[in-house]
């Protein structure tokens, strides 16, 4: 995908060190047309995606999912997507070519940003500010604030707040201190995290590295369940051998969570039917570990009877503990995502999007979106949207928003920005 980034008329943006190449000239009247591209005559505009929009705020509202509407609340949500976050030209969409609009500039720091072009993004955006008076260029402001926000530059982020209120008339956004790494406790040592998540199979065999990692080095783990959706027999198998090496060679590791995927691994054994044998194992090491011993027992006769092998035996250690970590507590049914998203596929969406009719998609704690997970993203969620269900992006920041508007993101899911 190549982007062309354009130039406002008159000279309006100040020149620095990044230069954009001018559209070429069209004939006076005439629509102005992407370099190389056949002139065809304008068609209508295709309806716009479902996006929440706070009147007058000229940002995505932080809006409840769900809440009723009526249909003249709903036309007012378009009429205002439509003026103050329109489609990118650059993806094709049929826009007004001749307006003066800040929507080239939008994309391009947007692209910067998902790019990791961080020294280039903060001196562009405080550039072009001065190009849009007022309340004009309001994206820009937000996307300054998100990255300083972002940076931990609270001294830039204030001086920013004053000179805010005196061009927009406007209240700036509260600072929200960065997230910090969980603490550990003094007396312990540094304790690794690793997390399993989705419908784990033999393609995600390298999701147990950590693992491996942490028996070679004899190093305490922990390993968060919370998210793990289910395995299959070959995955099981290798976490099953890692956690009896782990147990058997007192190397310490914590799986936290893990009632959750209990029922679901044991709904996969069948008494009497000699298959999944490598989920069994996981099965009896869980509860070795995490289960009572007339539990474990009753299942070890299942595998005896099963498959005419001698089961492990019971025993009698003491569960692992490390110093305890502060969890998350989410009080819905959102997927969550955290951190810097890179060459990600997102293929612990599946099974998520195929289990759920509505799915929030929790961006909150996402810091960046690279440009090639964001296309993933499209392509995960367009059959999902196809067959009539319905996805919701929670809580971007502004840099990430806008870039999900650059791949056409909006067009599959509902993107919610919090309220400025």
């Given at each position: 995908m190549v982007f062309s980034l354009f130039k406002k008329k008159g000279q309006k943006v100040p020149q620095g060190e990044i230069m954009r190449p001018k559209p070429p000239s069209a004939p006076a009247g005439g629509p102005s047309v992407l370099p190389g591209a056949p002139e065809e005559a304008e068609k209508p505009r295709e309806p716009l995606p479902d996006l929440e929009?706070?009147?007058?705020?000229?940002?995505?509202?932080?809006?409840?999912?769900?809440?009723?509407?009526?249909?003249?609340?709903?036309?007012?949500?378009?009429?205002?997507?439509?003026?103050?976050?329109t489609d990118s030209s650059v993806m094709g969409?049929?826009?007004?070519?001749g307006a003066d609009s800040i929507q080239a500039d939008v994309e391009q720091v947007a692209v910067l940003y998902a790019n990791g072009q961080d020294p280039v993004v903060r001196p562009l955006l405080e550039s072009l500010l001065g190009a849009y008076p007022g309340t004009e260029g309001l994206r820009l402001w937000q996307m300054l604030f998100d990255f300083l926000a972002l940076s931990g530059d609270r001294d830039a982020f204030d001086k920013l707040a004053a000179e805010f209120v005196d061009a927009c008339e406007m209240s700036p956004p509260?600072?929200?201190?960065?997230?910090?790494?969980?603490?550990?406790?003094?007396?312990g040592p540094a304790v690794a995290v690793c997390e399993l998540q989705g419908l784990a199979t033999a393609d995600d065999i390298s999701a147990l590295t950590p693992l491996a990692d942490a028996l070679r080095a004899k190093r305490p783990l922990r390993v968060d369940c919370s998210r793990l959706l289910g395995c299959d027999d070959e995955f099981a198998g290798r976490l099953a051998d890692l956690l009896m090496s782990a147990r058997r060679q007192g190397v310490v590791i914590v799986l936290d969570q893990v009632e959750?995927?209990?029922?679901?691994l044991r709904a996969r054994?069948?008494?009497?039917?000699?298959?999944?044998t490598r989920t069994w194992l996981l099965v009896l090491e869980l509860l070795q570990r995490y289960g009572t011993q007339e539990d474990f027992e009753q299942c070890a006769i299942d595998f005896a009877v099963t498959f005419e092998r001698s089961p492990p035996s019971w025993e009698a250690v003491p569960t692992p503990t490390l110093p305890a970590v502060k969890p998350v507590k989410h009080t819905d049914n959102a997927h969550y995502l955290s951190g810097e998203i890179r060459n990600s596929r997102f293929d612990d969406l599946i099974a998520v999007l195929n289990l759920q009719e509505h799915v929030i998609l929790?961006?909150?704690g996402v810091r960046r979106l690279d440009f090639f997970s964001a296309g993933q993203l499209v392509n995960r969620l367009s059959p999902f949207k196809a067959s009539g269900k319905e996805v919701i992006i929670r809580s971007p920041n502004h840099l990430v928003a806008e870039l999900m508007a650059v791949v056409?993101?909006?067009k599959f899911a509902r993107i919610i920005v919090p309220k400025s």
């Open positions: 929009f706070t009147p007058g705020a000229q940002s995505v509202s932080a809006a409840k999912p769900g809440a009723p509407k009526t249909q003249a609340e709903i036309d007012h949500i378009l009429s205002e997507f439509e003026r103050e976050f969409i049929d826009v007004d070519h509260a600072w929200v201190e960065p997230q910090a790494a969980p603490k550990v406790a003094a007396a959750g995927i209990m029922p679901r054994l069948s008494p009497g039917e000699a298959r999944n929790d961006f909150s056409g993101l909006n």
